[in-house]
């Protein structure tokens, strides 16, 4: 995906995701985030928009540390305020991506073209999982969300996330995890090791101990750990089930 198809991601899910909280209750609480109600998710993600925008901003070479994350946050408003004050932050970071320059230098944490090609994807799917988060807690399913965003974010996961030195992704003996969708070009396997796991992209003859297919919406919320396998209607996992265990506890982002 170009930048600007992500930024319009962004917004796009960025405004979903204001959508569903404007019918749901402050308190009501987020099942796909057992520990939150939609304040705190509603909080959580307009803290990461103002904290990204800050970072592409000012085009910091090192993250914030946490007197400038507050002060780059600012006051976080009463319950009764939440929505709009997210949706300040949600507008704010899309300008800003918009108006960065395509050579902007700034503190990035994933392998990308280029920095503003990195916070561009990384907002847009860090707004899209959190809108489908805002759908739970309302209680609505919501649109299904772009196939062609969906593999971006699978990959995004899967080569990014997943191989970094933060990853906790592993096994103690090595085990096959093939990953296809059904209906777009995506398809990754991972091999996962005591090590950070090695990943692959295209098709391969080669068996896997699990392999995962369903269409790209679905993986995209179950890999995010989203939905499970048994909810989606149109994933089938063939081999090991114990991978899927595996992966539920273990592929937590970490950055």
Avoid at 114 to 130: K, M, N, S, Y
Wanted: net charge negative; aromatic share 6%; proline share 6%.
């Amino acid at each position: 995906m170009e930048i600007t198809e992500h930024i319009d991601a962004l917004h796009l899910e960025g405004t979903r995701l204001a959508e569903a909280a404007a019918r749901t209750e402050r308190s009501a609480p987020v099942p796909t985030c057992p520990e939150w109600q939609l304040a705190d998710l509603l909080r959580h993600v307009g803290h990461v928009h103002r904290w990204a925008g800050a970072i592409v901003s000012r085009g910091l070479r090192a993250p914030l540390d946490e007197a400038g994350a507050r002060a780059a946050i600012g006051p976080v408003p009463p319950d009764a305020a939440l929505l709009d004050w997210y949706r300040e932050g949600h507008a704010a970071l899309v300008d800003i991506l918009t108006a960065a320059p395509a050579d902007l230098e700034c503190w990035s944490f994933l392998p990308a073209p280029a920095p503003l090609a990195f916070w561009a994807r990384r907002q847009a799917h860090e707004t899209a999982v959190h809108r489908h988060d805002a759908d739970a807690a309302a209680g609505v399913p919501g649109p299904v969300v772009d196939t062609a965003l969906a593999l971006d974010g699978v990959d995004e996961l899967v080569r990014g996330f997943m191989t970094g030195s933060r990853s906790i992704l592993r096994s103690d003996r090595l085990r096959t995890l093939q990953l296809r969708a059904t209906d777009g070009a995506g398809s990754w396997r991972l091999t996962i090791t005591q090590e950070a796991p090695a990943v692959t992209t295209g098709e391969t003859s080669a068996p896997a101990d699990l392999t995962v297919t369903g269409p790209a919406h679905e993986l995209y919320l179950l890999l995010w750990n989203r939905l499970s396998a048994e909810r989606a209607g149109g994933i089938k996992a063939v081999g090991d089930q114990d991978l899927l265990g595996l992966w539920s506890d273990a592929a937590a982002v970490r950055w």
